[in-house]
C-alpha cells in the first residue's frame, strides 16, 4: 500500500473517534496527606477537549488523501 493511503486510513479513523467523543478524559492521583504510614490520595478526573469541527477536517482530509492515492 502506498504511504498517502495509510494516512488517509489514519486520520479517518481518527477523524471519527473525535466526532464521536469529543475529548480525552484521564484520571490522575495526587497525594493529599501523609502521615506515617497511613496515606490520602485523591482521584481527579481531568479532560482535553477536541473540538468536533477538527474531527471534520481530519476526516475531509482522510477521505481526499485515499482518493488521491487510489488515482494514478
Known amino acids: 500500500m502506498k504511504p498517502i493511503i495509510l494516512i488517509g486510513i489514519a486520520l479517518i479513523v481518527f477523524g471519527l ?11 490522575t ?4 496527606l501523609q502521615v506515617a504510614p497511613l496515606e490520602a490520595t485523591k482521584k481527579t478526573e481531568k479532560t482535553i477537549p477536541v473540538p468536533p ?11 481526499v488523501l485515499v482518493i488521491m492515492g487510489t488515482k494514478k
Open 53 to 63: 469541527i477538527l474531527g471534520g477536517f481530519a476526516l475531509a482530509g482522510g477521505i
Open 29 to 32: 492521583r495526587e497525594k493529599v
Open 17 to 27: 473517534i473525535a466526532l464521536t467523543y469529543h475529548g480525552i478524559t484521564y484520571t
